[in-house]
Nanobody
Framework: QVQLVESGGGLVQAGGSLRLSCAAS????????MGWFRQAPGKEREFVAR????????FYGDSVKGRFTISRDNAKNTVYLQMNNLKPEDTAVYYC??????????????????WGQGTQVTVSS
């Protein structure tokens, strides 16, 4: 079955950096654009970034644009999220997912499936 496993979260001070990884199995990785989302306590899950199947196009949420970078290594079936200049408001559980509907760049959560279990990112002030 399809599995997405996130890792790399942790506790970091404001201004610091973290790199998240999401390892995929059970699917043909290059068939799917991939996305990162996050969910803070008491809030809805929020789009963070998306990358096309062969990494030719990327798309970011406004709150992370210029600070986060999404990338993928198709040989390793892995998508990454490099997070720089972290802020306390970035604190959330971060999830990766595969875009299973539509073909264009989208932040619509309904277009994504095969969610991982998430990895906690905590940014202290």
């Amino acid at each position: 079955q399809v599995q997405l496993v996130e890792s790399g979260g942790g506790l970091v001070q404001a201004g610091g950096s973290l790199r998240l990884s999401c390892a995929a199995s059970g699917l043909t990785f290059t068939d799917y654009p991939m996305g990162w989302f996050r969910q803070a306590p008491g809030k809805e899950r929020e789009f963070v970034a998306r990358i096309s199947r062969f990494a030719t196009r990327t798309f970011y949420g406004d709150s992370v644009k210029g600070r986060f970078t999404i990338s993928r290594d198709n040989a390793k079936n892995t998508v990454y999220l490099q997070m720089n200049n972290l802020k306390p408001e970035d604190t959330a559980v971060y999830y990766c997912a595969a875009q299973v509907r539509g073909t264009g760049q989208t932040s619509n959560i309904m277009m994504y499936d095969y969610w991982g279990q998430g990895t906690q990112v905590t940014v202290s002030s």
